[in-house]
């Protein structure tokens, strides 16, 4: 019942953001982001759940300004087969850039930067349509960014990452849902290279 409650929230903040109501600029997002300003490498072990198979995956996370107040986050996740190794035809590799601008009168909170350009409208993403709604949300050394998806049959699936700043770098969890059903949960240690 949490996690039906979550989601019909999550549905309504993708709503919001889906509308445009957000504005860009926020005060002192600057300040909270920049402390995750670097490159981080490591592993983590993801669980599929309702199959209980594990896969490890190899994690490098890089996050830079974008324009004056946000920040873009890069991502490149290696899964690797069955048995650990890279060198079959299950290894799967995914590489994710994305730029997030401040939530007008939303501190802390940013949003995916409208996709467009100097000759093009530039568009929100529209859930209805398929398209994910991203957000993230900083607070103290934890960076939270949310992901959340309408399928063709009404259904949500979200995803949750989750990245705190340590000593060494970085711990970072990973959770998909699809409706209030937890289906795949990851969590790994990353070091900070520059």
Known sequence: MKFLHATRTLLAAAAFFAAGIMLAGGAHADEAVEKFFGNYVGTGSAVILGSDRRETRDLDVTVERFKNEGFTLKWITVIRDENGDRTTTDVKRREVEENFIPVEDKENVFVLSPEGGLFQKSELPNPLRGDAVRWAAIEDNSMTVY??????????????????????????????????????????????TK
């Open 147 to 192: 992901s959340l998806a309408i399928n063709e049959h009404g259904r949500s699936e979200l995803q949750v990452y989750r990245r705190s700043l340590t000593d060494k770098g970085m711990a970072i969890s990973f959770m998909r849902l699809q409706d209030e059903d937890v289906k795949v949960r990851m969590s790994g240690d990353l070091v900070r």
